[in-house]
């Protein structure tokens, strides 16, 4: 597999139905996969509410992100098999699965990290010592994708996307903080690093895989609940 950055626009549009039908097809399966198997509900197709809403939303969402970042990220469908086997099924699908271990990570890890205000504050020495290195490891890799970028020639929008999310989640925060709280869910912040991880390489495509599989994970087990919370 080659090791850089490629954004070649007529590769992308080679495929492109089968390309999105691969992407919802994944996002569905993982839905199904961890609302029935993990969440052992009776309906792998309900919420954790118990309705049927959440699914639509997250195939909405996945259209979303495979329009902004994911349809560059995968091998065009008419590529030699081997490649798209490698690159699709090796590279993208066993990543996304495997990494489903997300549901029980705070078990394996004994450590529970909720990213609100309260949560920061009650985290132990070893809680946020696993914190650090989760989030020197997204550093690094920011960093990476940050090169991926600069050689594709996106770099400027690529590090704009950044304010151009942070500033208004910050904004809203700061005018509801009498009378709500802040919640970043697992879900939108990993459905967030999905579009940023555009580019067609091998560290990206595992990385883009197991950031979609968290997400979905935190829909199927949660549901894409608010990220304000009343205080009382």
């Given at each position: 597999m080659n090791t850089h950055a490629q954004t070649d626009p007529e590769d992308m549009?080679?495929?492109?139905?089968?390309?999105?039908?691969?992407?919802?097809?994944?996002?569905?399966?993982?839905?199904?996969?961890?609302?029935?198997?993990?969440?052992?509900?009776?309906?792998?197709?309900?919420?954790?509410e118990g309705n049927a809403y959440e699914l639509p939303k997250l195939l909405a969402a996945a259209l979303g992100v495979w329009l902004l970042g994911a349809r560059h990220t995968l091998q065009p469908f008419r590529a030699p098999w081997r490649r798209v086997l490698l690159w699709n099924g090796l590279g993208w699908a066993l990543p996304f699965f495997v990494a489903f271990i997300y549901h029980n990570l705070d078990?394996?890890?004994?450590?529970?990290?909720?990213?609100?205000?309260?949560?920061?504050?009650?985290?132990?020495?070893?809680?946020?010592?696993?914190f650090s290195l989760a989030v020197a490891l997204m550093l690094g890799l920011a960093i990476y994708h940050g090169v991926l970028a600069r050689r594709a020639g996106v770099l400027l929008p690529w590090l704009a996307a950044v304010p151009a999310l942070v500033i208004p989640i910050a904004l809203l925060t700061w005018l509801l903080r009498d009378t709500h709280s802040v919640h970043i869910h697992h879900f939108f912040l990993f459905g967030c690093f999905v579009p940023w991880l555009r580019f067609r390489n091998p560290v990206c495509v595992v990385c883009q895989a197991v950031c979609a599989s968290i997400a979905v994970e935190g829909v199927a087990t949660w549901g894409m609940d608010p990220m304000w919370y009343p205080l009382h």
């Open positions: 549009t080679l495929t492109p139905v089968a390309s999105l039908a691969f992407w919802l097809f994944m996002a569905l399966a993982g839905y199904l996969f961890v609302s029935g198997v993990l969440c052992h509900r009776a309906n792998p197709f309900a919420s954790a078990r394996i890890l004994k450590v529970d990290f909720s990213l609100t205000p309260q949560g920061f504050a009650t985290m132990s020495a070893y809680a946020w010592f696993m």
